[in-house]
């Protein structure tokens, strides 16, 4: 077996395995496939009876019960195969469900690092067109494989009981139908890779320029970038017509061999007619009953073609569900509750390449203490705020949560303790309502609306046409920057966490907003461990300590008024401006 075949086979196998959780309708649509596929011989049958016994015998009282019978078959075939289609539909959807499910649980579990790297319209592709893609082959293999090799081995047994001279002529073209089906499959499963990447190109693409509609238009760039996507859209029309430049070839060739044994038969059956005495009546049979067997061939030619197809989504698929897990996505050491909140860190070193990020980093976050973390662009203030969430795993040294190392910790549980506040809230395309649940699953509407009191943001949401249930907008586009911080911090208000990260959370805003979204820090941080990235002087005169960070290593620390007093790194960045109020 060829290494392209070995390959085929293994996905397939592994696909097929999504099938093992329903072995019943696995059995009934069996029975349905041979029920319908044995109910196709009772008209070749039946034919040669009336050809023998009605028009030969004058046996004209026999035509009635035997067109009845023929009548019952086709309904008994049609019937069944009504039923098998249902049941197919059924084993299709729970199986397309259960591979769906699995990859997007996989997806939640993954490595921050992993989706880096990606673009986010490709991922959606293999979650949205390469799944049913896969499955397919589930689909198609059952309901075309499975009949049409049923209904071969069936109607080429009928037909060597009845004439095996025949029945060889029948099935002389099959040596060249494998020939065929080998050297399309050959290059299949490269033409049908590059248009899977093609088509997850194009969606990456479209997806990065529908969230970007707003840059594209205020640089007056639609021609550039229609040119780009049609550019994108060409490599995958390419893609498509090599696929089907190789099926045009391949199809016509196959059906031009099956009717070399539509001649054959019909060659052989009137020679041993004439020569033989072969009763004219099985050439007759076999004529009634001799598409049966080439049909199914047809059917197994599209299940080549579509499993070659099925194959390069399914790598696509098992590639990310082949990925590791973030480590302690599933197990690790719970923190204790409640938690104190005691965070320190000690020669603390990480980078996202070759070149060190943070570099022996120590400070420390007794409970309840507000540290703020200053410095240039590119110093590592977030870098730190991913590494306290585990987005990202440090290299060395250590982190300790009420004496606990990090790196041991079950990132549910650790993630549960921390409320994350970033610059650019985010917020789904859905009510209010669902946005703040994310903070507490089972929030009340009575703690929904006492959080959005102490974020300042009962007003404005009380303003708008729905109250609660308005809908926000895809990333709360129907809000202000302002009004979307401020619903960002409620939800946080709502998880209640012993830890908290703020990441410039009042930036790119106006002074007034920023007042506003200040005293909402202000109750959001009262007897909380916090983290503070700012650049406004207002968000962290009042921070028990100051650490400024410079190309990844701590440089300074100490109080606003003692770092001033310093009249080093920290009062040069106020004098810069920096720190953007007057000091």
Same mark, same amino acid.
């Given at each position: ?72 078959? /086709?309904?008994?075939? %049609? ?11 059924? /084993? ?105 990447? *093609? ?29 780009? +996507? ?35 038969? @019909? ?29 199914? !061939? ?25 990925? %590791? ?13 409640? $938690?104190?909140?005691?965070?320190? $860190?000690?020669? @603390? ?29 590119? *110093?590592?203030?977030?870098? $730190? ?28 549980? !650790? ?22 649940? +994310? ?5 009340? %509407? ?13 007003? +404005?949401? !009380? ?15 129907? @809000? ?12 946080? =208000? ?12 009042? *930036? ?18 009262? %007897? ?20 400024? =960070? ?34």
């Amino acid at each position: 077996m060829s290494t392209n075949a070995a390959l085929l086979m293994k996905t397939i196998i592994r696909i097929f395995s999504y099938l093992g959780k329903y072995p019943k309708l696995a059995s009934a649509q069996l029975f349905c496939a041979i029920v319908m596929t044995v109910m196709i011989l009772v008209f070749p049958i039946m034919t040669g009876r009336v050809k023998r016994e009605v028009i030969d015998n004058s046996q004209i009282d026999m035509l009635l019960p035997y067109m009845a019978i023929v009548l019952v078959a /086709f309904f008994l075939r %049609d019937f069944f195969n009504w039923l098998r289609i249902l049941i197919n539909n059924a /084993f299709e959807q729970k199986a397309i469900f259960d591979l769906r499910s699995e990859l997007y649980n996989k997806l939640q579990r993954l490595k921050l690092k992993w989706f880096d790297e990606r673009r986010t319209g490709d991922i959606m592709t293999r979650v949205a067109e390469d799944v049913p893609q896969t499955e397919r082959i589930l689909v198609d293999g059952i309901e075309q494989g499975l009949v049409a090799v049923l209904q071969i081995l069936i109607v080429a047994g009928f037909l060597f009981f009845r004439s095996p001279i025949l029945a060889l002529a029948a099935c002389a073209p099959f040596p060249l139908l494998a020939l065929g089906a080998w050297l399309y499959t050959r290059h299949a499963s490269h033409r049908y890779k590059k248009l899977r990447a *093609a088509t997850g190109e194009m969606n990456s693409m479209l997806h990065d320029n529908i969230a970007g509609i707003r840059q594209i238009k205020s640089y007056a760039a639609e021609d550039d970038e229609l040119k780009n +996507f049609n550019q994108s859209s060409a490599n995958v029309r390419e893609a498509n017509l090599t696929v089907m430049k190789a099926w045009a070839l391949y199809s016509p060739s196959m059906s031009f061999f099956n009717s070399i044994g539509y001649t054959l038969v @019909l060659w052989v059956g009137a020679y041993h007619i004439y020569h033989h005495g072969l009763d004219d009546a099985v050439l007759l049979e076999f004529f009634t009953i001799i598409w049966a067997l080439y049909e199914p !061939l047809g059917k197994l030619h599209q299940l080549n073609q579509m499993s070659q197809s099925s194959k390069a989504a399914a790598e696509r698929v098992f590639a990310i569900l082949d990925e %590791d897990d973030e480590i302690h996505s599933n197990h690790g050491v719970s923190l204790p509750q409640p $938690l104190r909140g005691h965070v320190k $860190l000690n020669n @603390l070193t990480f980078s996202y390449a070759d070149e060190p990020t943070l570099k022996n980093i120590t400070l420390e976050a007794k409970p309840g203490e507000t540290i703020a973390l200053v410095g240039t662009s590119g *110093a590592g203030k977030s870098t $730190l705020v991913n590494l306290l969430t585990r987005f990202y795993e440090y290299d060395g040294g250590s982190i300790t949560i009420d004496e606990i190392e990090l790196n041991t910790v079950s990132k549910k549980s !650790l993630r549960s303790a921390i409320g994350y506040v970033t610059q650019e809230a985010f917020l789904f395309n859905g009510p209010v309502r669902e946005n703040l649940h +994310f903070g507490k699953r089972n929030a009340t %509407d009575d703690e929904m609306w006492q959080a959005l009191k102490a974020a300042n943001a009962e007003d +404005f949401v !009380l303003n708008l046409a729905e109250g609660l249930d308005t809908v926000v907008g895809e990333r709360g586009i129907k @809000l202000s920057g302002g009004e979307k911080q401020r619903l960002s911090i409620a939800r946080a =208000l709502l998880k209640n966490p012993p830890i908290l990260l703020l990441d410039e959370a009042t *930036a790119s805003v106006d002074s007034e907003t920023e007042r506003l979204i200040q005293k909402a820090l202000d109750h959001l941080m009262e %007897d909380r461990t916090a983290f503070v990235i700012a650049h406004r002087l207002s968000t962290i005169r009042n921070a028990d300590r100051i650490y400024v =960070l410079g190309k990844g290593e701590v440089i300074e620390s100490g109080t606003h008024a003692e770092l001033i007093a310093k009249n080093n790194h920290y009062a040069k960045l106020s004098k810069q401006s920096f720190l953007t109020e007057s000091i």
